[in-house]
Nanobody, 124 residues
Framework: VQLVESGGGSVQVGGSLRLSCIPSTDTVRTMAWFRQAPGKEREGVAATHTSDTITTTLYADAVKGRFTIFRDNAKKTVYLQMNNLEPEDSAMYHC???????????????????WGRGTQVTVS
């Protein structure tokens, strides 16, 4: 499975960005966004799982109320809408995916098998 991210960039404090992740197959049902700043460990930001009947999401405490992860099945794309951005949100953002699911959704990087190269977000 290949994942291609886009949408990163530079934005002022309080601004917004929308990241996109397109998987090479739409059969991966669990997808997540992680971020990694220089000198820091990779951390989970948000995850989503889509079944035929329900979609579940999970957010890291640091982004609750500011970030939204959602999937557009028609466009076969998973988005991360980021609002009210803070300098601490600056990082390389990676999309991750897996065929499996787990409850609650995992925000630990070791669980995910497939990764994108990342898109840079800078908030200043």
């Amino acid at each position: 499975v290949q994942l291609v991210e886009s949408g990163g960039g530079s934005v002022q404090v309080g601004g917004s960005l929308r990241l996109s992740c397109i998987p090479s197959t739409d059969t991966v049902r669990t997808m997540a966004w992680f971020r990694q700043a220089p000198g820091k460990e990779r951390e989970g930001v948000a995850a989503t799982h889509t079944s035929d009947t329900i979609t579940t999401t999970l957010y890291a405490d640091a982004v609750k109320g500011r970030f939204t992860i959602f999937r557009d099945n028609a466009k076969k794309t998973v988005y991360l809408q980021m609002n009210n951005l803070e300098p601490e949100d600056s990082a390389m953002y990676h999309c991750a995916a897996d065929y499996r699911t787990l409850a609650p959704l995992p925000l630990t990087s070791v669980w995910y098998h497939y990764w994108g190269r990342g898109t840079q977000v800078t908030v200043s």
